[in-house]
Nanobody
Framework: QVQLVESGGGLVQAGGSLRLSCAASGRTLSSYSMGWFRQAPGKEREFVAVIRWSGGSTYYADSVKGRFTISRDNAKLTVYLQMNSLKPEDKGVYYC?????????????????????WGQGTQVTVSS
């Protein structure tokens, strides 16, 4: 079992920045994929970014590429999502997710079904 706890959400003006954190516990994460998803009211959960714990390979949704950066801290067992140049359409509940495997196919990494563990989510609101 892996427990995930997100933090760092809040209200920010368009163009601003936020950094989300996802603290993991429960077991070693060396083989894991760690992803961020978001969900706006009335919409499906949407892939944002993923990082391979071992090696640090990353993959981003086109909508956030160049604005968001995913990273991890091995010592703290924490994954971060640095969000810059935020837009009103970035608003939603952001979820951290973990999968005990990595895939070289983006369609896998971008699917919520790929992930076995989820955090409770943190709200991000971007005002225009």
């Amino acid at each position: 079992q892996v427990q995930l706890v997100e933090s760092g959400g809040g209200l920010v003006q368009a163009g601003g920045s936020l950094r989300l954190s996802c603290a993991a516990s429960g077991r070693t994460l060396s083989s894991y994929s760690m992803g961020w998803f978001r969900q706006a009211p009335g919409k499906e959960r949407e892939f944002v970014a993923v990082i391979r714990w071992s090696g640090g390979s990353t993959y981003y949704a086109d909508s956030v590429k160049g604005r968001f950066t995913i990273s991890r801290d091995n010592a703290k067992l924490t994954v971060y999502l640095q969000m810059n140049s935020l837009k009103p359409e970035d608003k939603g509940v952001y979820y951290c997710a973990a999968s005990p495997r990595w895939s070289y196919y983006s369609v896998d990494l971008a699917s919520p079904d790929w992930y076995d563990y989820w955090g409770q989510g943190t709200q991000v609101t971007v005002s225009s």
